[in-house]
């Protein structure tokens, strides 16, 4: 039994350390989260940072960014701003049921896949994916590529069609990277700045 225990735990422990890259990616100074973050805290407006996170994280994001934008001009600024960015981001991945490190350096390796993808919507082509995902894979991939790039346009303050485009764009990412869960939509995690801007 604590043969079988072990076992388990190794398990375990090896699939977190097999889906740590992709995991971490979405907190990374360059990743879209941070991104729009700062984006919104530019602009005063959240929902550049809130389509990043299911409706019921909302509240708690709204409150820190508040808090950021009091704070601007003082001597707290920037500690507030890193206080909401480390909040929109903790939020966002406990919505995928994902732990919360701290946001990554910038200059964070990532797979190739990854970088890819990023290229691929960037592009609004899927060819920069093109022998890096096996052959079974690619007609799935190619469905949820085109499903992500043909909700890429959106208002930035229209919430439900943001958060349907980043539903669309983690389960497009989830896949190139090796991931069949279907996950979410609060909790999806997504790549650089080109998946944050609005078109």
Avoid at 55 to 60: F, L, N, R, T
Wanted: contains cysteine; negative net charge.
């Amino acid at each position: 039994m604590s043969i079988l225990n072990t076992l388990r735990t190794a398990a375990r422990a090896l699939t977190v350390a097999l889906i740590q890259p992709a995991s971490a990616h979405c907190d990374t100074e360059d990743g879209p989260a941070v991104q729009d973050g700062r984006r919104a805290l530019e602009t005063g407006n959240p929902n550049y940072a809130l389509k990043w996170v299911h409706s019921a994280g909302e509240e708690e994001v709204r409150a820190a960014f508040d808090a950021a934008q009091a704070a601007r001009g003082g001597q707290d600024a920037a500690q507030a701003a890193r206080a909401f960015l480390a909040t929109l981001v903790r939020v966002h991945r406990a919505g995928e049921g994902a732990g919360f490190d701290g946001i990554q350096p910038t200059g964070t390796e990532l797979p190739a896949e990854v970088v890819a993808a990023d290229a691929a919507l960037d592009a609004g082509t899927i060819e920069p994916l093109r022998g890096l995902i096996p052959d079974d894979r690619w007609g799935e991939l190619e469905k949820r590529f085109t499903v992500a790039l043909a909700k890429k346009r959106f208002e930035v303050d229209d919430l439900d069609a943001a958060r349907d485009y980043v539903a669309a764009y983690v389960h497009f990412f989830k896949y190139a990277e090796g991931e069949d869960e279907h996950h979410h939509q609060g909790g999806h995690h997504g790549s650089h700045e080109h998946a944050v801007h609005q078109h």
